[in-house]
């Protein structure tokens, strides 16, 4: 088991700049790939990035690429996703999720999900 906890989502401008942290707790964290969905009102949960088992490796949905950056530390058992140049359009709940061995962009492959962190980006 995999206990997830994301923080600090919140209230910014476009254009602002928020930074998101999932806190890992139970199994060992390194041992899973972690990524981050998002899910606005009305629509389905869409895969936003995901960072690798070991963290030398990042992925990214294209309408995020150069403006969002995926991190991990091993050691703390987190994992942050930097989100900068933010659009109103990034206005959703963001949440975390791990997955054992390989990274994957698919909603039904993550076992394990935080409760989710609200980004509202105002314009």
């Known amino acids: 088991q995999v206990q997830l906890v994301e923080s600090g989502g919140g209230l910014v401008q476009a254009g602002g700049s928020l930074r998101l942290s999932c806190a890992a707790s139970g199994r060992t964290s390194s041992t899973f790939a972690l990524g981050w969905f998002r899910q606005a009102p009305g629509k389905e949960r869409e895969f936003v990035a995901a960072?690798?088992?070991?963290?030398?490796?990042?992925y990214y949905t294209d309408s995020v690429k150069g403006r969002f950056t995926i991190s991990r530390d091993n050691a703390k058992n987190t994992a942050d996703l930097q989100m900068n140049s933010l659009r109103p359009e990034d206005t959703a709940v963001y949440y975390c999720?791990?997955?054992?061995?390989?990274?994957?962009?698919?909603?039904?492959?993550?076992?394990?999900w935080g409760q989710g962190t609200q980004v509202t980006v105002s314009s």
């Open positions: 999720a791990a997955k054992s061995v390989v990274y994957s962009r698919s909603v039904d492959d993550y076992n394990y």
């Open positions: 960072v690798s088992r070991s963290g030398g490796s990042t």
